[in-house]
């Protein structure tokens, strides 16, 4: 059973920062590209942030040169660093992963940035 766990949302004041963690299992995790997603009141579910098997990474455009994605395979876990944070980061964070053609997604975390 694929379950994803994600864990370090709060709140935070603009220009903090935040470590989010997401746990996984049931999941062959190494192999895997795992994303966090946002979604904040009102809107739609967006990307943040991805890193493939191999290290390889990927931003959205508002999250580049602040937010850093990392996973460490031994603990089956992904990251991401969230630093200069600002009101309008403020969502519930969801960490996926794609397995057989379906998506997985955790229960998410909520960050709140405060001005």
């Known amino acids: 059973q694929v379950q994803l766990v994600e864990s370090g949302g709060g709140l935070v004041q603009a220009g903090g920062s935040l470590r989010l963690s997401c746990a996984t299992s049931?999941?062959?995790?190494?192999?895997?590209?795992m994303h966090w997603y946002r979604q904040a009141p009102g809107k739609q579910r967006e990307t943040v942030a991805s890193?493939?098997?191999?290290?390889?990474?990927d931003y959205a455009d508002s999250v580049k040169g602040r937010f850093i994605i990392s996973r460490d395979n031994a603990k089956n876990t992904v990251y991401l660093q969230m630093n200069s944070l600002k009101p309008e980061d403020t969502a519930v964070y969801y960490c996926?992963?794609?397995?057989?053609?379906?998506?997985?997604w955790g229960k998410g975390t909520l960050v709140t940035v405060s001005s």
């Open positions: 996926m992963v794609t397995m057989m053609f379906a998506n997985y």
């Open positions: 049931g999941i062959i995790f190494s192999s895997k590209t």
């Open positions: 890193i493939t098997s191999g290290g390889s990474t």
